[in-house]
């Protein structure tokens, strides 16, 4: 017979020295599973058999032990314990991880013991030891259970101990297996009609009992065709008007396999009723004991045994589907889940009070919800609510049906809610639930939840798991950076829905005073294997990100702002873009009728849209960088190097032969200095014009990100820019479409035409283009591919690299220039701004959304070369 | 960067001869970034004109030889248009005899008084036309400046401050050299490298003779030394002492920036602040205290110095100032026992941060006007909601109070990161908004010298938790 342990479990191993603890750990578990003493002792001392530092060593043993258990991990405790006092410890360490403490002794006879230790030349204490461990587990075997742990097995003999076997069950409530798909329904206080009407709603079909049949077996069996399984969350009973019949129902579906159920308080409570327990008959149990009177006095007492069996049955909550779905009937938070201990119980079906009272009288319940971040959810009931209510991935769904409420089901993995209204109030709740009637919709509990967001959700090193690229590591002094960005300057993070990736150049060009040049970038996509690519016009302003919302009401249902805001403008750091709030809703008002003139709220069935765009005049916003620095070397260099020309001119009269010769080359140095210059003038000036009213500002978008309930990443390039092109056209004032053309990069023709395009392009003053690999999201061969890189244009990249960068001593040494580290912030960037879109479309936490905004703030703090 | 140097000294081809430079030839230096020529565009015996042109090497002062750093961090840079202290770099190395007096040649001339005029094209002036007449008119310059606008198709933008200057005296080369030396760093306001001790005997060796009679020599000083405190003071400590000159005006305006700070000075209002909220501290017999947006940690410092206060943690959201807050603090310097009273961590006060949680009293000395209005809400939440001091001590600006300063005025903030500033009602109106809903009680008073019409300059609210 094997030994049957729990698969979370502390397992102390008892007996005395020379009894093979070490070698039966070796042999049953593995090797990181088992924390010795003596390994510890040799740790703090070097010296295993150091008896000084024994108490250090248990230390250093029990903060291991609770690491493990606080992961779940099984561990197996080798020392003696013979002593009480050394077992306490470790069975608290258990109960304080919820686990169960497991006791294997080994109880040989003392000559065996001897016999071992006589073998091992470093145990040279005298027998009188082992003497004393042998009548310390004598006295203590018969009082195990009673200091509380759950599986004794003793091991009398060398044989039994050599031919034990070891197995683990996992726990009664561990079906991580069952992967549904569930209907997972609220409590149900004996409300059969309801019941009923929302099983078959739900798709389910009754098959009929026995007539007359009133034990529990009897009454009709309901299955789903589609083998879906319904589990309730407790509270069957009390209050409601077929209490029995509700009873049988479940343990039918139950019984056959195709429900499963927890247990709510007032299960509990009957159950103890049953067992002859005194309870107090309040809360609507005289309503269950009227019903279980009314049966015939020869199936009462059967009925009552098999009940109690029934709900002595039920197990506190179930881990269900690989863990990713937990139901129980007060809700479980996530140290809790998974576990047994009889706090783990109290807790699914009670929940934790704070201690206070409310106004009714009725205890105040600590909001386990509020705190939990755990990623399994969690279906609950237990305290009706109005609405079933997203929190932080958890949700209760009583509705209050016997209090005139509605009976709800959640339907996984599809979370829909399917509910059917109660017939009527059957029971008046001692305090009001569902709201006044009037007034505008309060915020959802998640909502106001997030209005708050947490120190601890984005300090420190972080990883972040992107649907993308798989995890992106944040450093902590990056983590840092960010937050005194995001609190100094960052709007309210409920608007801040995505920012940005930083944008990469293409690979240096070699060609003759240049730097930059499409061919690299089409080779770069070539290579990459992409096909297409889409080119776009580069726009000269700051890049902008865009939330707008329909109305008021969107921005409040969608974003939770209730200051009136009807959406935002903020920079690629996440600053408001206008410090004038009455100048950004004139600019979002306009934005907003061009997308309803181009009928795109209704064409994407949603409220609000996120934007991707550039905002021009870089001047509106890069005054203070132009002052100080564009315009003040244009105006150093305007009064300086004509003057030194002119020197030089006057200079040449004086000269002759070789020190004319040394002349006439640094002047004509200084010459095509001087024409850089008024080039570099020339470029700046381009992306400059007074802003007087709304109509000189111009706002370029070219992703149109996101709307509800959808990221369009999905979608291609060019129907980014065909459907931005309708709201373009309706205001092409404020608006301006993204001029664009697809290049072949397998067509030689097609290449020439993009190429001539940028030429055309930059020598018109543009800044250059932006290439694109034509889907959204390209995998090469070694992953994600760039989402963009840019082509910047000659004249334009005077404003990067200098007035004169384009001689030739210089562009051979500005060539050396390393990409990788702003490609491979570019990649992490891409995929955490989309993971945080995603996110939001999906309706997870703030802080989820949050973590990757943070994020790309984070790496944007990233020492790189700004010039690129 | 052309620097011309002109006389009409008879014979003016004397010139050639003081700056050991042959006006038939045009010769070429290499510096550290980049080169240096010289060349005569007239060389007559009536006029004679030298050229000092800096060809700096934009690329290579970015990048750095090798290994190493560049000078300099971006490659669109004034530097090589405009005089800075390459310019004396160059004087140093290309005109070092000129500079020291010397004349092999014809020894006679080096100490000869000619007229001479330099010309800078263009001079960077931080402080305006007035600090330029300031410096040089004292040493007997006749000055003539153009002030180049920053872009004249921009005329909105205003001026650059940059100058095509011309200085005349009677006086000799090396006399003109160094003060040019000295004083065009000192205009620029800035340095290509590391600041240091050397510097200070640098500035002691050529200001001697004239700086330390000079009414800008503290500006200058403090300029030069690129506004390193210690070494500031020992500079003008060693003037003093070498030439005993006249007392020393401490009252100077300063000219560069008009920080929050030093604008408040005249009064110390800071100092009375962090007294009151001292004080009120002490009354409600707190024992744990937070200081939050800590800064450079002058609270704290006078909170250490009180035994009452046995926990004390203080927090900023900027990383940078809490360096400094720990030197200031000689935090690693204290006893075990102090440093163990003190505890500085980086946080913010709009995020929900449980190391807050559990305090007697929180001070939260002009803060809140560096949050954006809209982010208000999560500040509230986050102290009163949440870390729940049993005391809390707010103080902010008085916008009323604004009108009394010339430089600020009604319509502008004290600091550039203000994002508002309340009037007395505001502050009260919010003060007793968020005390109603978070179940505290305040009280407002005004905090340093009252006007009777425009209230104090700063204003405190004292919240205690009900």
């Not at chain 1, 299955?223 to 008007?241: I, T």
């Not at chain 1, 181009?598 to 005049?617: G, I, K, S, V, Y």
Request: glycine share 6%; charged share 25%; hydrophobic share 40%.
């Amino acid at each position: 017979m094997p030994l049957k342990i729990p698969n979370l479990s502390l397992v102390v191993l008892i007996g005395p020295s020379g009894a093979g603890k070490s070698t039966f750990a070796r042999k049953h578990f593995k090797s990181t599973e088992i924390l010795s003493s003596d390994r510890c002792r040799g740790m703090v001392s070097d010296d295993e058999n150091d008896q000084t530092v024994t108490s250090d060593a248990f230390e250093v043993l029990r903060f291991v032990a609770g690491k493990r258990l606080a992961l779940g991990r099984l561990t197996v405790i080798d020392a003696t314990n013979v002593q009480p006092e050394a077992r306490k410890p470790l069975v608290a360490l258990a109960k304080q991880f919820d686990c169960l403490p497991v006791a294997i002794v080994l109880n040989l006879p003392e000559r065996i013991c001897q016999a071992h230790n006589s073998d091992r030349a470093d145990r040279d204490f005298g027998p009188h030891v082992i003497r004393n461990h042998i009548s310390q587990l004598r006295r203590s075997l018969r009082g195990l259970k009673r200091e509380g742990f759950r599986h004794v097995f003793v091991l009398d003999s060398l044989e039994q101990i050599e031919t034990t076997a070891i197995e683990r069950v996992p726990l009664w409530n561990d079906r991580r297996d069952e992967h549904g798909p569930f209907d997972i329904i609220g409590d149900l206080h004996g409300c059969c009609d309801e019941l009923e009407e929302l099983l078959t709603k739900l798709g389910y079909v009754a098959t009929a009992g026995e007539p007359g049949d009133l034990s529990l077996a009897g009454g009709p069996c309901y299955a789903h065709p589609a083998k879906r399984k319904a589990v309730f969350v407790g509270d069957l009973v009390d209050r409601g008007p077929r209490v029995l019949d509700t009873l049988r129902l479940v343990r039918n579906m139950v019984a056959t396999g195709a429900g499963i159920c927890v247990p709510g308080n007032h299960d509990e409570k009957l159950l103890r009723k049953l067992l002859g327990k005194e309870v107090q008959i309040k809360h609507g149990l005289a309503q269950t004991l009227a019903e279980i009177d009314a049966l015939p006095a020869e199936i009462r007492e059967p009925f009552c045994r098999e009940l109690a069996e029934f709900l002595d049955s039920l197990v506190s909550h179930y881990l269900l589907d690989n863990g990713k779905l937990v139901v129980a009937h007060a809700g479980m938070k996530q140290e809790f889940q998974g576990r047994g201990s009889s706090r783990v119980r109290s807790f699914a079906l009670y929940g934790e009070t704070t201690g206070e009272t409310d106004e009714f009288g009725l205890q105040v319940r600590f909001n386990w919800a509020c705190e939990y971040r755990g990623p399994a959810m969690v279906v609950y009931g237990h305290t009706p609510v109005p609405e079933p209510d997203w929190l932080n991935r958890t949700v209760n769904i009583d509705t209050g049906c016997v209090f005139g409420g509605r009976l709800t089901a959640l339907r996984y993995p599809e979370n829909e809610f399917v509910s059917v209204p109660a017939a009527r109030t059957y029971c008046e709740p001692s305090r009001p639930f569902l709201p006044a009637e009037s007034g505008p919709a309060a915020l959802s509990a998640q909502q106001q939840h997030d209005s708050m967001l947490n120190a601890d959700d984005v300090l420190g090193k972080r990883i972040i798991p992107t649907r993308l690229r798989g995890n992106v590591t944040i450093r902590e002094e990056n983590a840092t950076a960010a937050l005194e960005v995001m609190s100094r300057f960052a709007a309210d993070p409920r608007w801040l829905i995505y920012l940005p990736p930083t944008m990469s150049p293409c690979e240096t060009s070699q060609a003759p005073g240049l730097l930059e040049h499409p061919a690299q970038a089409f080779a770069y996509y070539r290579n990459e294997g992409v096909p297409q690519v889409v080119c776009e016009e580069k726009h000269m302003g700051s890049r902008a990100v865009v939330v707008v919302c329909q109305d008021e009401q969107a921005a409040r249902n969608r974003f939770g702002v209730t200051t009136g805001e009807t959406g935002i403008i903020v920079t690629r750091t996440g600053r408001r873009f206008f410090n004038d709030p009455d100048l950004e809703q004139r600019f979002l008002a306009r934005l907003r009728a061009a997308i309803s003139q181009a009928d795109l709220w209704a064409q994407f069935n949603t409220t609000w849209a996120c934007l991707d765009c550039e905002l021009m005049p870089w001047s509106a916003k890069a005054q203070d960088l132009l002052r100080t620095q564009y315009a003040a070397v244009g105006a150093a260099g305007t009064a300086s190097l004509p003057r030194a020309v002119q020197a030089l001119a006057a200079a040449s009269t004086n000269l002759k032969g070789d020190e004319l010769a040394k002349l006439a080359a640094i002047e004509a140095r200084f010459q095509l200095k001087s024409q850089d210059l008024t080039r570099f003038v020339a470029a700046y000036r381009q992306y400059c014009w007074p802003v007087e009213s709304l109509n000189d500002f111009k706002l370029a978008p070219f992703h149109w990100l996101a709307t509800e309930g959808r990221v369009h990443t999905d979608q291609n390039h060019l129907w980014h820019m065909e459907t931005l092109a309708k709201v373009c056209q309706a205001d092409p004032e404020l608006l301006r479409a993204t001029r664009y053309q697809v290049v072949d990069l397998n067509d030689p023709a097609s290449l020439e035409l993009g190429i001539n395009d940028w030429t055309a392009l930059t020598a018109r003053g543009g800044e250059g283009m932006v290439v694109k690999p034509l889907n959204f999201i390209h995998k090469g061969r070694k992953g994600l591919s760039q989402p963009a890189v840019k082509c910047r244009g000659r004249e334009y990249l005077r404003i990067i690299y200098g007035p004169d960068y384009t001689t030739d001593e210089n562009l051979v040494r500005l060539r050396a220039r390393g990409l990788g580290r702003k490609r491979a912030l570019a990649i992490s960037e891409f995929a955490l701004g989309i993971e945080g879109l995603e996110r939001f479309v999906r309706r997870e936490p703030l802080r989820r959304v949050h973590e990757c905004v943070f994020g790309v703030l984070a790496l944007e703090s990233e020492p790189v070369d700004p010039r690129l | 960067m052309l620097l011309t140097i002109t006389t009409e000294h008879q014979p003016a081809t004397d010139l050639g001869f003081l700056l050991h430079k042959h006006p038939a030839r045009f010769q070429t230096y290499s510096l550290s970034f980049g080169k240096a020529h010289i060349f005569y565009p007239q060389a007559t015996a009536e006029r004679c004109q030298a050229c000092l042109l800096l060809d700096v090497d934009p690329v290579g002062t970015v990048r750095g030889k090798g290994q190493s750093e560049g000078l300099l961090a971006q490659y669109v840079n004034d530097r090589p248009y405009a005089a800075s202290s390459f310019l004396s770099v160059a004087i140093s190395q290309v005109l070092r005899s000129a500079l020291q007096g010397q004349c092999k040649d014809r020894p006679e001339l080096a100490d000869t008084v000619l007229p001479l005029e330099a010309r800078i094209d263009v001079l960077p002036v931080r402080g305006g036309e007035t600090f330029l007449h300031a410096v040089f008119e004292p040493l007997g310059y006749e000055v003539e400046a153009t002030r180049q606008p920053l872009d004249d198709q921009f005329p909105d933008w205003g001026e650059s401050s940059y100058f095509s200057v011309t200085i005349r005296k009677r006086t000799t080369v090396s006399e003109l050299l160094t003060h040019l030396y000295v004083l065009v760093p000192v205009f620029d306001n800035a340095k290509h490298y590391y600041v240091g001790d050397e510097e200070l005997e640098k500035l002691l060796s050529y200001g001697k003779g004239w700086l330390s009679g000079h009414p800008e020599r503290e500006e200058i000083t403090r300029r030069y030394l690129k506004f390193q405190p210690s070494l500031f003071r020992e500079a003008l400590a060693r003037l003093v002492q070498e030439e005993q000159p006249e007392e020393l005006e401490p009252d100077n305006e300063p000219i560069a920036d008009q920080a929050e700070e030093v604008l408040e000075k005249p009064i110390s209002l800071h100092e009375q602040r962090i007294g009151t909220v001292l004080a009120t501290l002490k009354a409600t017999g707190a024992k744990r205290v937070l200081d939050l947006g800590c800064g450079e940690g002058k609270l704290l410092r006078e909170l250490l110095k009180h035994r009452q206060f046995e926990e004390i943690l203080g927090m900023d959201v900027s990383i940078r100032t809490l360096e400094i807050a720990r030197d200031r603090l000689k935090l690693d310097r204290l006893p075990e026992r102090q440093a163990a009273r003190l505890q500085l961590i980086h946080g913010s006060l709009i995020y929900r941060d449980q190391r807050l949680e559990g305090y007697d009293a929180a001070a939260v000395v002009e803060v809140i006007e560096h949050l954006d209005p809209p982010r208000l809400e999560a500040f509230e939440r986050v102290l009163f909601e949440f870390a729940r001091p049993g005391t809390i001590v707010l103080t902010t600006p008085n916008r009323e109070y604004n009108v009394t300063w010339e430089n600020v005025g009604p319509q502008k903030f004290r600091h550039g990161d203000h994002r508002f500033e309340w009037t007395r009602l505001e502050f009260q109106t919010w003060a007793q908004a968020v005390a109603a809903r978070h179940r505290y009680t305040v009280k407002c008073v005004p905090l340093g010298p009252e006007n009777a019409s425009l209230g104090a300059p700063s204003q405190m609210g004292i919240f205690s938790r009900a």
